[in-house]
């Protein structure tokens, strides 16, 4: 069968046919290299300029020489001329290859290029008699040979497996792709340019930490074998920030990757992208308008919008996020006033008539949690920050003074899913302490996402902390919601798999 042509019909080639064309292939990378032809063998290719350049540039670039590279993605040989189609990083561009131009060797070496081999073109640009604008080559030079079939030609391009184990072949053939991480890398750069404007530091601290901190999670376990002590990749940034606010920096960010030996779906990933972020002297409350801010300005400069479609929901980021109370939210959905419930047996007795499952060791707040996730997290949909967390599930964050068995805490919900967590850090190291010593009392009952006391952190603390705010975002999360992707592992360019047999 032929490779000469983008032909459809081989879409159906069978896995025999596709092992005898990688060998012809082969065989023609055999017969270059005998003749002193090895593509392998060019170190470097002048481009001058890229697809989406010579289209905006026409009018100037008309009649003059440019150098294109790229990926063969089509070609129709028609006797002494064809045509073939490159990609390059930002699009494609059509080229016009004559026998007449490039000699009658070259042209026989062209004629024999696969689908998805490098070739580099030199010629001038012009515009065919259909409207399109091309280059007529003067040079094509085989810059890399593909030794195998494009996935599409066999697979489909709906293959998911495929896509997410071979991101690289993914790319090449779904530009939409391409799209996504490019809007990825856009919102990236808005997160830093918002911060840096705003006078924030950007710093970086370790991925191995000898404790993990500032999460309630599950942690991966490495061992050092030159200190001969067992090392954890870190579940959250928040501690080594905070250690830099006591330090004086007043302002500081991470966007960093972040592990957790948890399970896998289409929200969670067991390595991530976080940005964590602490300001002295302001409070949740402080960190709430950051946030609307942040997500209004990065939608706006990087979709020219502040709408977005996801889940069959119209999400408004334009307008006001509304502000409720975990209390308040509960009693909303379910009719249940935790604040007229007076201690942790009564709620116990309420979430059995809820048929809200618990455990226990949990106490009222604990309830209060539970019966959040069960009836309302799924039903916020517009942008909402819930509010005032128990204490019980807050380890790290400052009680508010007029109720202790609260804390300023709140979390921002977009679609039922949870975008974004911050506080009014706790910096009371007595009080830490505590909390700590409670969070050792889980973990020794079995509990292996509890918190561990860091000592070196309660030093620091100890030292003083100013009033401070904090807050943490899922790049990820933010990622899928601005491009309208379903799966995080739409928005990750290698997500974790399990190997091939």
Partial sequence: MSQNNDTKEEIQMTQEEVNELIK?????????????KDPFQIVKYDVTKHSDEIRAEFEELEGKEVSIAGRLMSKRIMGKASFCNIQDRNGNMQSYVSRNDIGDENYADFKKYDIGDIVGIKGTVFKTKTGEIS???????????SLQILPEKYHGLKDQEIRYRQRYTDLIVNPEVKDTFLKRSAIIKEIRKFLDNRGFLEVETPVLQTIPGGASARPFITHHNTLDIDMYLRIALELPLKRLIVGGFERVYEIGRVFRNEGMSIRHNPEFTEIELYQAYTDYKGMMELTEDLFKTVAQNVLGKTTVNYGGHEIDLGKDFERLTMVDAVKKFTGVDFDEIPDTEAAKKIADEKHVEYEKHHTKGDILNLF?????EENLIQPTFIMDYPVEI??????????????ERFELFIVGREYGNAYSELNDPIDQRKRFEHQEALRAAGDDEANMIDEDFMTALEYGMPPTG??????????????????IRDVLFFPTMKPLQ
Avoid: C, N, W, Y
């Fill in 372 to 376: 959040f996730e069960e009836f309302v």
């Fill in 470 to 487: 904090g807050l943490g975002i899922g790049v990820d999360r933010m990622v899928m919601l601005l491009t309208e992707s379903v799966s």
């Fill in 394 to 407: 807050s380890p790290l964050t400052k009680r508010k003074p007029e109720k202790p068995e609260f804390t």
């Fill in 24 to 36: 012809i292939r082969r065989e023609k990378l055999e017969k270059l290299q005998a003749e002193g």
């Fill in 135 to 145: 280059v007529h080559a003067t040079e094509v030079t085989l810059l890399s040979k």
